[in-house]
């Protein structure tokens, strides 16, 4: 039965009858055929199929909820069974923004695979919204980000603290006027922005400087824009990027300022052709967090995972 139902599941993702048959390396008719026969068994109609893309009927909705639930419960059977080889075979998926996937999650998952090499680790990069929707699906094990969670949705794992910065280019003439203010890659690694007698520098001075912002759906995005508001302007955007690495790339061409965490900084090797400042404005300190869905059951792998990075600060992810 679950052979059918995961055929059901993949037209259903695909919306599509040829796109499914072939991720399930089978014909479209023989596909098309075995789901027919199903409907022809329950007597409903699950797919729609005078519309392109393929949609679901009304039972069609009830029955791929239903299915749904089943498939958690066929993977949380499925995991169980991995857990009894003693983490020697196994898998992990990991939901993860795109600039954690490019600087931060390389290196738990080094020291992760070093303990446990036999897992298989995945990765899911997306933005937020879609990846609380890959978590609470069931499409991933864990998820790390820097938002806030509903802790009645899932139980969290805060990992480390880090602060936002401005990050502007090392020969921006700016930089003459707050040198007492000013932080090298090598002061950020020396946590001196930390300090409560590190100057904090109000953003009023670059209300006429491009800036280059990450893509909406991203924290630093919405913390950006709220605190140039807070300062009085709205930032005249450049480009909206979506790679922390693409950011780091056009501000060294001299191309705009931008808001960067310290936890990029030390784990990015950024070079010298950027200086920073602490900012004057609230919030400007976040947790980053490691979650799961709750009431679900937590692989070995999973429960490794966490044990793992929960030990981990800072000093063990800069050090290799």
Request: aromatic share 10%; proline share 4%.
């Amino acid at each position: 039965m679950f052979r059918v139902l995961h055929y059901i599941y993949e037209v259903y993702r695909e919306s599509s009858f040829s796109k499914a048959a072939q991720k399930l390396f089978l014909s479209q008719s023989s596909l098309s055929l075995t789901i027919k026969r199903y409907e022809s068994e329950i007597g409903v109609q699950i797919f729609d199929r005078s519309t392109m893309p393929v949609k679901l009927t009304d039972a069609g909705v009830i029955i791929i909820n239903e299915i749904q639930k089943l498939l958690a419960i066929e993977q949380d059977m499925q995991t169980y069974l991995e857990d009894y080889r003693e983490l020697k075979t196994g898998s992990l998926t990991i939901g993860v923004p795109h600039m954690f996937a490019s600087y931060l999650l390389p290196r738990y998952i080094a020291k992760f695979l070093h303990l446990y090499p036999d897992i298989k680790v995945n990765i899911a990069e997306s933005d937020l919204h879609s990846l609380q929707e890959i978590i609470l699906n069931g499409d991933a094990d864990l998820l790390i980000e820097c938002h806030d969670f509903d802790p009645e949705l899932f139980r969290i794992y805060p990992l480390f603290e880090e602060h936002i910065l401005l990050a502007v280019p090392a020969n921006d003439p700016i930089n003459r006027k707050n040198t007492k203010a000013l932080l090298t890659a090598a002061d950020i690694l020396a946590d001196k922005h930390v300090s409560a007698a590190c100057p904090a520098i109000s953003l009023t001075p670059f209300e006429k400087h491009p800036f280059l912002m990450l893509e909406r759906g991203y924290d630093l995005h919405s913390r950006g824009l709220r605190f140039c508001r807070e300062s009085g302007f709205e930032p005249q955007v450049f480009m909206y990027l979506n790679q922390l690495a693409t950011v780091y790339s056009f501000a060294k061409q001299h191309l705009g300022v931008t808001f960067v965490s310290d936890t990029a900084i030390k784990l990015s090797n950024p070079g010298s052709e950027l200086v920073y400042y602490k900012i004057a404005a609230e919030n400007t300190t976040r947790s980053v967090n490691m979650v799961h869905k709750r009431n679900r059951y937590i692989s070995k792998a999973a429960g490794a995972f966490i044990e793992l990075a929960s030990m981990l600060d800072m000093h063990d992810l800069v050090t290799p």
